[in-house]
């Protein structure tokens, strides 16, 4: 639980631009289908979130005996870590769950000069790695990965394992999923928490080899979403329009945002998703963090030991709040 170093959820009224969480509420139809089940909640839902699992195959066109569906991807990734995770690689910085679950991990660093770029042709993974992460979109600078040479480093290294977390592929990005069936190393872990604003219903899933899939759907609970969560994912799924052009709102917010911050003279980087990175250097953005926390204003400084103090992960909230926070941050950065 230490990853989540900061009060983010629940009862938090200010702004928040601190866990990636999509500003957006869910959309309607997810609300109205969630309301709906709520006298039905005497019942058990069907075992095994047969009608979501069956949503996602034919969305995917993947086999339903390949989906592995749970409460939240954060409790699908601890679980494929516990399984395979003794000597994992990833490219840092990532997702902060993930080098702390690890028995023990190394690293390939993704560089500032790059704008954290990085060719996946030019990995080099360990000898005796059993599990190598990519996020794609990557968690914390937002951006994507060429995801092309995948098959030749699955073919390479058929006895590491290779997990894709896509929480936020619905935001940008070319989703690997397809890959599933053919390569008995390829995990793809998602989340309906980010693009489609359903974090708080904790909807998550995978799509794993047969093996995998069959192995965590035996051992998983038989009702693993509550009724109104299974009723609003299928809701959003089947609104996957409307989603696309929320994203694209949201990452046109981000980019305004990207550019109010270099008009007080910070760095920002590359993102295609609703977060991005900022480097305050000089400042120290555990300090500035601190003095927006007192204006009830929570954002997240990112304390990578190589990136140094400066550093900062934003996540864009709605506009106004988006002004509201700029507006206190140069009051912050002018020592007012
Ligand atoms: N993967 C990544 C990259 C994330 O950023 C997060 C949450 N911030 C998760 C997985 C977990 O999401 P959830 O448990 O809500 O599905």
């Given at each position: 639980?230490?990853?989540?170093?900061?009060?983010?959820?629940?009862?938090?009224?200010?702004?928040?631009?601190?866990?990636?969480?999509?500003?957006?509420?869910?959309?309607?139809?997810?609300?109205?289908?969630?309301?709906?089940?709520?006298?039905?909640?005497?019942?058990?839902?069907?075992?095994?979130?047969?009608?979501?699992?069956?949503?996602?195959?034919?969305?995917?066109?993947?086999?339903?005996?390949?989906?592995?569906?749970?409460?939240g991807?954060?409790?699908?990734?601890?679980?494929?870590?516990?399984?395979?995770?003794?000597?994992v690689?990833?490219?840092?910085?990532t997702?902060?769950?993930?080098?702390?679950?690890?028995?023990?991990?190394?690293?390939?660093?993704?560089?500032?000069?790059?704008?954290?770029?990085?060719?996946?042709?030019?990995?080099?993974?360990p000898?005796?790695?059993?599990?190598?992460?990519?996020?794609?979109?990557?968690?914390?600078?937002?951006?994507?990965?060429?995801?092309?040479?995948?098959?030749?480093?699955?073919?390479?290294?058929?006895?590491?394992?290779?997990?894709?977390?896509?929480?936020?592929?619905?935001?940008?990005?070319?989703?690997?999923?397809?890959?599933?069936?053919?390569?008995?190393?390829?995990?793809?872990?998602?989340?309906?928490?980010?693009?489609?604003?359903?974090?708080?219903?904790?909807?998550?899933?995978?799509?794993?080899?047969?093996?995998?899939?069959?192995?965590?759907?035996?051992r998983?609970?038989?009702?693993?979403?509550?009724r109104?969560?299974?009723?609003?994912?299928?809701a959003?799924?089947?609104?996957?329009?409307?989603?696309?052009?929320?994203?694209?709102?949201?990452?046109?917010?981000?980019?305004?945002?990207a550019?109010q911050?270099?008009?007080?003279?910070?760095?920002?980087?590359?993102?295609?998703?609703?977060?991005?990175?900022?480097?305050?250097?000089?400042?120290?953005?555990?300090?500035?963090?601190?003095?927006?926390?007192?204006?009830?204003?929570?954002?997240?400084?990112?304390?990578?030991?190589?990136?140094?103090?400066?550093?900062?992960?934003?996540?864009?909230?709605?506009?106004?709040?988006?002004?509201?926070?700029?507006?206190?941050?140069?009051?912050?950065?002018s020592?007012?």
């Amino acid at each position: 639980m230490s990853h989540i170093t900061e009060k983010g959820g629940g009862t938090f009224q200010g702004i928040k631009l601190l866990l990636c969480e999509n500003p957006l509420p869910p959309i309607d139809q997810a609300i109205a289908a969630a309301r709906s089940e709520l006298p039905r909640s005497n019942y058990y839902t069907e075992p095994y979130s047969a009608p979501l699992r069956s949503l996602i195959s034919e969305q995917l066109g993947i086999s339903e005996r390949l989906i592995h569906i749970n409460a939240g991807s954060e409790l699908i990734l601890r679980q494929l870590f516990d399984r395979f995770g003794q000597q994992v690689h990833l490219l840092t910085p990532t997702y902060v769950l993930f080098p702390e679950i690890a028995r023990h991990y190394t690293e390939t660093r993704l560089s500032p000069e790059k704008d954290f770029a990085y060719d996946l042709a030019d990995v080099v993974i360990p000898e005796g790695t059993t599990l190598t992460v990519i996020v794609n979109p990557n968690n914390p600078n937002g951006g994507v990965f060429d995801m092309a040479s995948l098959p030749e480093l699955l073919s390479r290294h058929p006895k590491t394992m290779f997990l894709i977390d896509e929480a936020f592929i619905g935001l940008a990005g070319k989703s690997v999923t397809h890959l599933v069936p053919k390569y008995p190393n390829l995990l793809v872990t998602r989340t309906l928490s980010k693009a489609h604003s359903l974090a708080g219903f904790r909807v998550g899933y995978g799509i794993f080899p047969e093996a995998v899939a069959d192995d965590l759907n035996n051992r998983n609970d038989a009702y693993p979403l509550a009724r109104p969560s299974q009723a609003a994912a299928i809701a959003t799924l089947q609104n996957e329009e409307r989603i696309q052009e929320r994203a694209s709102q949201l990452r046109l917010w981000t980019e305004e945002l990207a550019v109010q911050l270099r008009t007080l003279g910070v760095r920002t980087f590359p993102t295609e998703t609703y977060f991005f990175l900022a480097d305050f250097s000089p400042h120290d953005a555990s300090r500035i963090a601190d003095q927006l926390r007192s204006r009830n204003i929570l954002i997240k400084p990112l304390n990578d030991p190589v990136l140094g103090p400066g550093y900062m992960r934003i996540t864009t909230a709605l506009p106004e709040d988006n002004r509201r926070f700029i507006d206190a941050l140069r009051e912050v950065m002018s020592g007012a």
